[in-house]
């Protein structure tokens, strides 16, 4: 029994500590309440995905929250309508549950999701019947049409186009996983936000940078946080879908 009490070996390995981070745009879009169910979806959730599935009942999710059962639902309304979670249609709240989970505000607004048959496919492409909904007309310089083969632009072309037109926006010094993703599904997508349905070229791109520059100067200039920090926009935030979106209707304001 004494040999047993001196064996090292039998010593617990210790576990990595998780750290989930929480982008500034979200900490200050939610209450307190609807932030700590947040914080309770992400850490239930894959946090490596920017998209990540779970099923979890609604007794689990508001006492993992710390929060009461009718400040849940309210709380599960707001994180659906920021955009930061969306519901299978076949899942009831009272039940359990399937949740998709966002890093990103607004990132499934306005997403189209499809469910079918228990599978569940995220689409966050705009439909044929809808391209005339997200229609960019200046956007048609040079750009090689559908019945052509389309080249691949590079992601680094596209980060250097970003600087030479945008030269005082922060700098892309490390293009991440995350990044890279979101311009090739951008680049995928580009002729589904046109009414002339033409695909992806660098020239188009560039277009769509000058437009910013000459209609949404606003969106590009310095801001201040509730935190009194001086922050720009960047590339992530102009090559998100939803920001795609609302530049295309005119739904952007200074307000």
Not at 92 to 104: N, P, R, S, T, Y
Request: charged letters at 30%; a positive charge; aromatic letters at 10%.
């Amino acid at each position: 029994m004494s040999q047993l009490k001196l064996d090292t070996s039998l010593s617990l390995k210790r576990i990595k500590p998780r750290y989930i981070t929480i982008n500034e745009d979200i900490h200050a879009a939610l209450d307190l309440y609807t932030l700590s169910l947040y914080i309770a979806l992400r850490y239930e959730a894959d946090y490596t995905k920017d998209d990540a599935v779970i099923r979890r009942s609604a007794k689990f999710l508001y006492t993992k929250a710390k929060i009461k059962r009718a400040q849940y639902y309210i709380s599960i309304n707001k994180l659906e309508s920021h955009g930061l979670i969306i519901r299978d249609k076949n899942s009831k709240l009272g039940e359990k549950c399937i949740f998709h989970v966002a890093q990103d505000l607004g990132y499934f607004t306005p997403a189209l999701i499809e469910i079918d048959r228990g599978v569940h496919v995220v689409d966050r492409g705009v439909h044929d019947m809808d391209t005339d909904q997200y229609s960019i007309p200046l956007i048609t310089t040079n750009i090689i049409s559908d019945s052509d083969e389309s080249p691949m632009v590079a992601v680094d072309e596209i980060v250097q186009t970003y600087h030479e037109e945008l030269p005082d926006l922060p700098r892309i010094k490390v293009v991440d996983s995350k990044l890279k993703a979101q311009l090739t599904h951008m680049r995928k997508n580009w002729h589904k936000y046109q009414k002339d349905g033409k695909k992806f070229s660098i020239e188009s791109f560039r277009d769509y940078l000058r437009y910013i520059k000459l209609h949404y100067d606003w969106f590009i200039k310095p801001y201040t946080t509730q935190n009194g920090n001086v922050r720009r926009n960047n590339l992530r935030v102009l090559t998100r879908e939803v920001n795609i979106a609302r530049i295309v209707n005119g739904e952007f304001n200074a307000s």
